[in-house]
């Protein structure tokens, strides 16, 4: 028989105490957000037509001083593009194909670009389709939020399904080169198995859409 691997007690710093203790009042992780930090300055050392590097100096939540480099961004849409016309167990799923000169290769993504200034989420989610690949869509509804590397960058993602495709012409940006196809929800998945499938935002989506919907399967 295979050998038990002992339980690890796990070690609590200072600061995971402080946690443990809100957990007890009842606090919820929804409470964290309102704990803000006090910016002393900020200072632009870097502005581009896609983003802005600052320099922030400010005392975080704890009452630690530090200082933080972040890059500010309007944010960004990722649509998980779905025609479910024929199988709502495994629909067919919008994928794209472009060249990132960061990664230096390219990847495997769903459809997504950055809002401009002022611009509500689900209007800029319904533009990037269009643009991108043609595609309009009859539903959409919010799947997630998330932070790609807050550590750094200030960029928050929203997700959104579209449900009920109809096709139309893409118009790309100048700079786009986008190759599009549909493919499985099944086989995207297989994709991500076999590493074929890099892009944080895809597989945060089909990964987290695929877990939802086999939920609903079990009810």
Do not use: C
């Not at 590397?149 to 109809?166: D, R, T």
Request: glycine share 6%; net charge positive; hydrophobic share 40%.
């Amino acid at each position: 028989m295979p050998k038990k691997e002992k339980a690890v007690k796990p070690v609590l710093r200072k600061n995971a105490k402080a946690v443990k203790a809100k957990a007890a009042k009842g606090k919820t992780a929804q409470s964290d957000v309102a704990e803000k930090a006090k910016l002393l300055s900020s200072v632009v050392v870097y502005q581009g037509p896609l983003f802005r590097v600052l320099h922030d100096k400010l005392i975080e939540p704890g009452g630690k001083k530090s200082e933080r480099d972040v890059i500010r961004h309007n944010g960004s849409v990722v649509i998980l593009a779905l025609d479910n016309s024929k199988s709502k167990k495994d629909p067919w799923v919008v994928i794209e194909r472009q060249y990132r000169h960061a990664a230096n290769q390219f990847l495997w993504e769903l459809p997504a670009g950055k809002l401009d200034a002022g611009e509500e989420a689900l209007a800029g989610a319904q533009r990037e389709l269009v643009e991108e690949t043609g595609y309009r869509a009859k539903k959409w509804k919010p799947l997630v939020e998330y932070y790609a590397s807050p550590g750094f960058l200030g960029e928050s993602m929203k997700v959104f399904v579209a449900e009920g495709l109809m096709a139309g012409d893409a118009h790309p940006e100048d700079d786009e080169d986008i190759e599009f196809r549909l493919v499985r929800l099944s086989e995207v998945i297989k994709m991500i198995d076999r590493g074929a499938i890099l892009d944080g935002k895809t597989l945060t989506s089909v990964l987290l859409y695929a877990r939802r919907l086999a939920k609903k399967r079990k009810k």
